[in-house]
């Protein structure tokens, strides 16, 4: 699952799951695993240890998500939408199907 449809700084829309219809930018993507880490969604309490330097706390922090609960979000339809691969000169381009906009 190494198709490149969601990358790093992408606003994504989680289609499924607990968090279905929150959006998020993506912190970072895990390809092998086919998870990425989004700001703001799937969210879990973590123990942190107590240490000379610091105290003990429960943090929240955000946990990986599968890519196949992810769409990338377009704000000017105000929902996801699938990605299209056009040739923009010499590169290929990630485009939006919904708007047209381009990606990269």
Do not use: F, H, W
Not at 12 to 26: L, M, N, P, Q, R
Not at 46 to 59: D, L, P, Y
Request: aromatic letters at 0%.
């Amino acid at each position: 699952m190494s198709i490149a449809r969601i990358k790093k700084n992408d606003t994504v829309i989680a289609i499924a799951g607990a968090d279905k219809g929150k959006t998020g930018k993506v912190l970072s993507v895990n390809p092998k695993q086919g998870t990425a880490i989004v700001e703001g969604l799937r969210k879990v309490k973590k123990t942190i240890r107590r240490t000379e330097q610091a105290e003990g706390a429960i943090v929240e922090v955000e946990a990986p998500i599968q890519l196949s609960n992810l769409m990338p979000y377009d704000a000017d339809k105000k929902r996801g939408s699938r990605i299209a691969r056009t040739q923009s000169g010499e590169t290929k381009v990630r485009t939006l199907k919904a708007s047209g906009k381009a990606l990269d």
